[in-house]
């Protein structure tokens, strides 16, 4: 995991850098140029493909995925024509389930997230910008159930909280996504997330971690 976080910050500061050298001979790569108007608002909304992983003793396991929602606002601060800071505020829906013959469980924590991520920008033409995105992301839980059925017996319980699973509701890590945005208004992209916080209370040396693939659509007003 870490292998990989540091390959991708390495290659977005590269691909930054060698746009920006580029840039002194001309090329459109990367431009420091002070970017036009202002901070520019927009919404998203999407699929989640969420699980979750369990590290214990050098062992991780993954669970099965969760198809799941996010709906959220952006925010994008221009710094110059070619790198922006992007934040905003997402109702994000994670989770995980395992299925195992009459055997089903199935978990929807809820989160508030906020995104702080440079965006580097590229104009292929008036009509199709790509941004390449990566930074942290940082969330609470303010909800969420999780469902266990056995041979037709159910049962549910709270994701957060002194009587549920009492997951811990703060949790951190990494995304990374790139998007096109087509006549400056339409947008689509894809995101992966890698959770970095251990949000089990009570798992031991066991560490529980939140990762989530996000497909989004959006509109930038």
Request: hydrophobic share 35%; with cysteine; net charge negative.
């Amino acid at each position: 995991m870490k292998k990989i976080i540091i390959v991708a910050v390495c290659a977005f500061c590269a691909l930054t850098a060698s746009a920006q050298r580029a840039s002194s001979s001309s090329s459109s790569f990367f431009s420091t140029e002070k970017a036009e108007g202002g901070v520019q608002f927009g919404i998203r909304a999407g699929l989640n493909m969420a699980g979750m992983s369990y590290e214990e003793d050098n062992v991780t396991v993954s669970t099965d995925n969760k198809t799941n929602w996010h709906v959220g606002i952006i925010a994008d601060i221009p710094m110059m024509e070619s790198l922006y800071v992007q934040t905003g505020l997402y109702l994000q829906n994670k989770g995980y389930k395992e299925k195992e013959g009459d055997y089903e469980l199935t978990a929807n924590p809820m989160y508030l997230e906020i995104p702080v991520l440079a965006s580097y920008r590229y104009n292929f033409s008036d009509a199709a910008q790509l941004q390449i995105n990566v930074g942290p992301y940082f969330a609470y839980g303010v909800g969420g159930k999780i469902k266990e059925t056995d041979e037709g017996d159910e049962d549910k319980w709270d994701c957060f909280g002194d009587k549920g699973a009492d997951w811990k509701r703060f949790d951190c890590g990494l995304q990374i996504g790139a998007g096109l945005t087509i006549a400056k208004n339409y947008y689509i992209g894809a995101a992966y997330e890698f959770g970095f916080s251990n949000i089990a209370k009570n798992s031991g040396d066991g560490k529980l971690k939140n990762k989530n693939w996000m497909f989004s659509v959006g509109y930038n007003f």
